[in-house]
């Protein structure tokens, strides 16, 4: 049986943290969110993007929280001057502070982070543009934890994301699947999009997660879009 940590209620339903054999177990609404044991494809989406990145003092923006491993892979990277985090669920902020995360904790007092409660949909593009993006919000467009969730895998807002972009900045997202139409909708707004397929061994069962990453052009067009960025 699970140890439950810390239990909230939300007008998404109910988030619990729990432990079960050593390991911490995010779940919202009984369905399996992450853990602490199978982290590996979250450093990724942090340490793929940066190792693809060729500039300094860079802002990264990361929507999720969840328990934290994206962003303690940002803050490895020397470079990154900035970790920004947008997160939906103010309680799990709270836990995060309250230490009950142990494994992350360090990230979160790091003098470079920054955390908001928020939906990233609603806050992106409030902030000075970003080199680096990083969205793992939910398990991608096909299993969303999340219905409202579906629009941030659609082009729309992937146009959204690119005008939050500095030019030559990078958005990387996670999904727990391939999608055709998340890689067209990367595809039709930066034009190019690179998908990798990540082997994770779950136990006995055997998948892969996905990340998908696009590159802003530094000549980036916006039909519709005030590109408001000195292009460099
Ligand atoms: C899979 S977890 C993120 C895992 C994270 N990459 C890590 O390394 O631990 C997804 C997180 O996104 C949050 N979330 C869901 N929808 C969101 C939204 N629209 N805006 C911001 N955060 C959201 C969830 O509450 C959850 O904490």
Redesign the pocket.
Known sequence: MPEVIARAASE?GE?VLQRRDGALE?R?NGVF??DTEH?ET??L??AETLRAVERDRLRVL????????????VLADERVAEAHV????PD?IDWHRRGLVPD?AEALQDPRTRVSA??????LGEQEPCDVL?L????GPDFL??E??SA?YEAAFLRRCAGALAPGGTLAV?SADTSEPLLAAMREVFGECAELAIPVSLGRRETTYHLFVSRKQVEFEQAGFEDSFEHQ
């Open positions: 998404r988030l995010l919202v969110v992450m982290t979250e450093r989406l942090a990361i929507g999720g929280l969840g328990l934290g491993f994206t962003l303690r892979e947008v997160e939906i669920e799990l992350t928020g939906d990233v949909a609603e806050v990083l793992d919000v939910d398990n934890v999340y409202d969730n941030l996670w």
